[in-house]
């Protein structure tokens, strides 16, 4: 299947040889509902139909040998938004763990949670634990799905980590470093975003990997997130391509 795959994309001009390929692309979901709302369909249809983008651009990914991909699935302002549609997008991101895990597996994705996820409801800390355990030694493409996530929480608790270390005097305050508080970010082990994409054609982060997308290339779409796909993708690539990357220099 995966070979069939390969062999589509090829015909569809997809893969190209000569390109470079962003290690790690991170992903701002945006306009499902917008997408929805322009097909006279309810808020959480166009929900729905963004998992099944997810499942699309994860397997496309994989497929054209990109290593980490990070997607802003449920920020911590989202649960600011009407009860009815949080209770659905709980029930959407465990119904989505549960449908799609085992072709994940068996496509050897890794897949880990960032973000403060053991607040959220019962039983999808336990959903969301059992599935990263079972994917921890697969060696494909790291998927990271960034859940009750906010960029500004987790500086202030990687801050806080740091703090009971200096007042430990396990560590001097003179020694702290950027690479010291990368340490207790909860990407630590994930190296930084080299393209970030937001969907629906915002131009902000949303208080999205704010550290750790310093000097990430942005790139923004007017594509809605579940019309976002394979060839979507490759734009954003092609324009990645065209960057020249200087980190201050």
Known sequence: MKESLQ?????????TETKILPT???????????WAKNKNLPSMLGHREGVQSLKKITRYASDIGIKYLTVYAFSTENWNRKKDEVDFLMFLIREAIQNEFEEMHK???????????KELPTPLPDVLDEAMNKTK???GLNLQVAINY???????????????KVIAKEVELDNITPELLTEY??????PDPDLLIRTGGEQRISNYLLWQS??????STNALWPSF???????????FNKRQRRYGL
């Open 229 to 239: 796909d394979a060839k979507e993708l490759d734009k954003a690539i092609d324009e």
């Open 7 to 15: 062999q589509q994309n090829k015909e569809e001009g997809l893969l």
């Open 185 to 190: 970010l909860l990407t630590k082990n994930i």
């Open 137 to 139: 030694n697969n060696t």
């Open 107 to 117: 496509n050897n994705v890794k897949l880990n949670v960032i973000g403060f996820y």
């Open 24 to 34: 790690h692309i991170a992903i701002i979901m945006d306009g499902n509902r917008r």
């Open 214 to 219: 310093a000097y990430s290339e942005f790139y």
């Open 150 to 164: 906010g960029s500004r929480a987790e500086i202030i608790y990687a801050v806080k980590e740091v703090a009971k």
